[in-house]
């Protein structure tokens, strides 16, 4: 049976990608390794983008030695954490997650979460194309029994801001009482409530209706998931440029799948990584542009916190460190390296503008 639905889901995943534009080389003898990898179901994301760019790089550098099946949706595993398992089992090869997907299994993940860590995406990429990855894909494989390896981190949808229904939010005093969708872990539930709002857990399909009914009245979501689900229409009208969390995407692997790959093929696959990496950096800058256009087109307002009061909410939102390295497994490891991999891209970005402006 899974043979079949297996054998079905290529054929649509195939058809998906041609229509999405993408690249798909077609070996002229069946490849020696066969790789599925599961995306979400939006073939327009970057997550979408970067797996076309890792396929057309891999099949194509290992000259069809390698090919890559792409599954999109949740047909083959439904979550985070089944989709893991099935990375762990080997009945899957490459997956997406969220670091909310992930945190379950591996929940020193929930680093990305906290808040106003990375200051632009000029650190943040500095930052996860150094070491500092290594760190959580030791930790993972650890975890995991030598299972899941974590081959790269790139983007999903850019930044997370603060949006709601009421009112400008400039300060952390501004966001006073506001009542915040969030999902239903401690983390984002501790940031709302540092800043002085109220978090309040909600379903994503659900939060279209709860803005409408004022059963929520702010959410922490990227410009893009807010216009894709036409949350303007349901009374979103604030956005707070303040970028308090980068929006990490970790792509897992079989490790043995990959360990079993000959030593040429391994660099292919880490280089095909590094092109996905790349392409979903890009894509969510290209495709926000429109967007924050159509959001103040139909009367949304932007703000752009000042440096002091970016400081404040960084400030205000301090506590949550604490409490991600006294109540996460592995926080304070992971905490500590990236604040050191922070510091030292901020060093040398700030040393490199100096030389720039001379």
């Not at 969708?181 to 379903?203: F, H, M, N």
């Not at 590094?274 to 495709?287: D, G, I, M």
């Not at 939102?317 to 991999?341: M, Q």
Request: charged share 20%.
């Amino acid at each position: 049976m899974l043979g079949r639905m297996t054998a079905a889901l290529s054929t649509v995943a195939v058809g998906a990608a041609l229509a999405a534009g993408g690249v798909l080389a077609t070996p002229t003898q069946a490849a020696d390794f066969n790789f599925r990898a599961i995306v979400g179901p939006d073939l327009n994301d970057e997550d979408y983008d970067g797996i076309i760019v890792f396929k057309d790089y891999v099949e194509s550098r290992s000259n069809g030695r390698i090919e890559i099946e792409i599954f999109a949706g949740t047909t083959l595993c439904a979550n985070g954490a089944e989709c893991l398992q099935g990375i762990s089992d080997g009945t899957l090869d490459v997956y997406i997650s969220t670091s909310g997907g992930a945190a379950g299994i591996f929940p020193y993940v929930q680093v990305f979460d906290l808040p106003y860590l990375l200051r632009d995406d000029r650190v943040a990429e500095a930052v996860l194309t150094g070491e500092f990855p290594y760190v959580i894909r030791d930790k993972a494989l650890e975890d995991s029994g030598g299972t899941i390896r974590l081959m790269t981190i790139g983007n999903t949808g850019g930044w997370r801001n603060f949006a709601n229904t009421q009112r400008v939010v400039r300060t952390p005093s501004d966001m006073e009482g506001l009542k915040i969708r969030t999902i239903v872990a401690d983390l984002p539930q501790e940031l709302v409530k540092a800043l002085g709002a109220s978090p309040t857990p909600i379903p994503w399909p659900e939060l279209f209706t709860s803005f409408q009914t004022g059963v929520v009245e702010g959410s922490k979501n990227g410009i893009t998931d807010i216009m894709g689900m036409k949350f303007p229409d349901a009374g979103l009208k604030f956005v707070t440029l303040d970028g308090h969390a980068y929006m990490g995407a970790l792509w897992w692997i079989n490790n043995q799948r990959f360990l079993d790959l000959p030593d040429d093929l391994k660099v292919v696959m880490v280089n095909g990584f590094t092109e996905l990496q790349q392409a979903t950096f890009a894509s969510p800058k290209r495709k926000s542009i429109q967007a924050y256009q159509d959001f103040v087109d139909i009367g949304g307002s932007l703000y752009v916190p000042t440096p002091e009061e970016k400081a404040m909410f960084r400030e205000a939102a301090s506590p949550v460190y604490d409490w991600f390295k006294d109540n996460v497994r592995g926080g304070p490891e992971v905490f500590d390296a990236l604040v050191a991999a922070v510091g030292e891209a901020e060093a040398e970005i700030d040393r490199l503008n100096a030389l720039a402006v001379q």
